[in-house]
């Protein structure tokens, strides 16, 4: 099955306490990005990254990381600093260019902080 | 800037009539549009998507959508509503550097 998976679908953060989430597809795309989304909002760009080894700040990256050491792979981790992190995390990616690009989206990971 | 506005938070449809959720957006240029249907706890799907061909776009599930550039509006319409239906709708607009700027979402809710 092609797709994006995205694990755990719900992860638990004690205070204080760095995590990670995993994003993986098997799409063959070049382009990965992360996104926020808080209760009754849209969704907000943390992290993406276009090609393997690289990767930008979105709207709003401060206390969080990620890392593009494959193509396949774009994990995304919510550290300490990140003082509201409790939300629902969806990893997308993409294919095509310009306007033919179109973002396909993972299932999500709902986070909570005990 | 780009910017989406769904002038709806909650749109409420008996099943078998009519569905109509709107979009305004403001754009720089002639932007490519999305409409995007979550599921509870689920990701985003893609429903469909303008990008400068025709102006009324057909998408899956019987919905489609139509570009008004001169009222800046995306509306999505569906004739006959469906339980299954019943989910979170995004508008969303791509900006000049490929990014995707969503809107805050409509509820659609389908009584029986």
């Known amino acids: 099955d092609g797709g994006i998976t995205q694990s755990p679908k719900y992860l638990f953060r004690k205070e204080g306490q760095n995590v990670t989430l995993s994003c993986e597809q098997n799409?063959?795309?070049?382009?990965m990005y992360w996104y926020r989304q808080d209760p009754g909002q849209g969704l907000r760009l943390i992290y993406y990254s276009q090609i393997v080894n690289d990767f930008q700040k979105g709207d709003i990256a401060e206390g969080y990381s990620v890392s593009r050491e494959k193509k396949e792979s774009f994990p995304l981790t919510v550290t300490s600093a990140q003082k509201n992190p409790t939300a629902f995390y969806l990893c997308?990616?993409?294919?095509?260019?310009?306007?033919?690009?179109?973002?396909?989206f993972g299932p999500g990971t709902r986070l909570l902080v005990l | 800037a780009q910017s989406v506005t769904q002038l709806d938070s909650h749109v409420s449809v008996s099943e078998g009539t009519p569905v109509l959720l709107r979009c305004n957006y403001s754009s720089s240029y002639s932007p490519s549009l999305f409409w995007y249907v979550q599921h509870p706890n689920k990701g985003l799907q893609l429903l469909l998507k303008y990008t400068s061909a025709a102006t009324l776009v057909k998408g899956i599930n019987g919905f489609e959508a139509e570009f008004k550039k001169s009222e800046t509006s995306f509306h999505l319409t569906k004739p006959s509503a469906h339980m299954s239906d019943a989910a979170e709708y995004f508008c969303?607009?791509?900006?000049?550097?490929?990014?995707?700027?969503f809107g805050g979402g409509t509820r659609l809710m389908v009584k029986p």
């Open positions: 969303v607009v791509r900006n000049a550097g490929n990014m995707l700027t």
């Open positions: 997308a990616s993409s294919i095509g260019l310009g306007d033919q690009e179109t973002q396909y």
């Open positions: 799409l063959n795309h070049d382009a």
